[in-house]
């Protein structure tokens, strides 16, 4: 019997190399399927519509949150950010694992509806290291960096929420970390339980 996809979820600290991680994930594994979020943060330099995000005004991302039509939503750094619900449970409902990259709120209310989800949380090698990562990328002002690394702190408690924990060394260990899990998970015994029952 075949099993229903897995829905993974990864988070960790704004600049830690989540999507630089996943993207090399989803490269190397295409089964993968991403979720693209739904945001009213303004799109940065090379961002696409429906790829990196389905950007939003504040007012019809408040109309897909009355209708129902998100698995979560939460208010990051001053914008609205939400997972689309329908796709989602269709590529899990067709035995797709299902990546999902959003922030420690989002993450614990996904947790609350889907117990059985993968909760990841990446980390850096260092909090230097962090700062190291958002100044490089060049996509914060000053504030929008002290705002994203005064959160950082506390973030990192919420981590002990999750499954698992992965230090983003390099991006190759990290994301062969992701693999691992994803192997052992697709084993573990309570998602096996009509196929040892079939083999009574
Ligand atoms: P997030 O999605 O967590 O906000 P990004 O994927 O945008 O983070 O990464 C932030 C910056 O850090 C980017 O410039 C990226 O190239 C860099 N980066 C990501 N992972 C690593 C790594 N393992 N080593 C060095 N730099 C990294
Ligand atoms: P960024 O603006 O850097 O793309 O993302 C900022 C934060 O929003 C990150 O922590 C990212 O993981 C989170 N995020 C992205 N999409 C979603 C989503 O659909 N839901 C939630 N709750 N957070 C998201």
Same mark, same amino acid.
Request: negative net charge; hydrophobic residues 35%.
């Given at each position: 019997?075949?099993?229903?996809?897995?829905?993974?979820?990864?988070?960790?600290?704004?600049?830690? *190399?989540?999507?630089?991680?996943?993207?090399?994930?989803?490269?190397?594994?295409?089964?993968?399927?991403?979720?693209? +979020?739904?945001?009213?943060?303004?799109?940065?330099?090379?961002?696409?519509?429906?790829?990196?995000?389905?950007?939003?005004?504040?007012? +019809?991302?408040?109309?897909?949150?009355?209708? *129902?039509?998100? %698995?979560?939503?939460?208010?990051?750094?001053?914008?609205?950010?939400?997972?689309?619900?329908?796709?989602?449970?269709?590529? %899990?409902?067709?035995?797709?694992?299902?990546?999902?990259?959003?922030?420690?709120?989002?993450?614990?209310?996904?947790? +609350?509806?889907?117990?059985?989800?993968?909760?990841?949380?990446?980390?850096?090698? +260092?909090?230097?290291?962090?700062?190291?990562?958002?100044? *490089?990328?060049?996509?914060?002002? #000053? #504030?929008?960096?002290?705002?994203?690394?005064?959160?950082?702190?506390?973030?990192?408690?919420?981590?002990?929420?999750?499954?698992?924990?992965?230090?983003?060394?390099?991006?190759?260990?990290?994301?062969?970390?992701?693999?691992?899990?994803?192997?052992?998970?697709?084993?573990?015994?309570?998602?096996?339980?009509?196929?040892?029952?079939?083999?009574?």
């Amino acid at each position: 019997m075949a099993n229903k996809g897995l829905l993974i979820v990864v988070s960790g600290p704004s600049g830690t *190399g989540k999507g630089t991680v996943c993207d090399l994930w989803r490269k190397e594994y295409p089964d993968i399927q991403y979720s693209v +979020s739904a945001t009213t943060r303004k799109p940065r330099e090379g961002e696409q519509d429906g790829i990196n995000y389905y950007f939003h005004t504040r007012e +019809s991302f408040e109309k897909m949150i009355e209708a *129902g039509e998100l %698995l979560e939503w939460a208010e990051v750094y001053g914008n609205y950010y939400g997972t689309p619900l329908k796709k989602i449970q269709e590529k %899990l409902e067709a035995g797709q694992d299902v990546l999902l990259e959003i922030d420690t709120q989002g993450a614990m209310n996904v947790k +609350s509806k889907v117990p059985e989800g993968v909760f990841i949380y990446l980390v850096p090698p +260092s909090m230097a290291e962090l700062e190291r990562r958002i100044r *490089g990328r060049g996509t914060e002002t #000053e #504030e929008s960096l002290a705002r994203r690394l005064g959160a950082a702190a506390a973030e990192i408690e919420i981590g002990k929420r999750y499954d698992y924990v992965v230090v983003n060394d390099t991006v190759e260990q990290a994301m062969e970390a992701f693999e691992v899990i994803r192997k052992a998970e697709r084993c573990a015994v309570n998602r096996n339980m009509e196929l040892l029952d079939s083999m009574k």
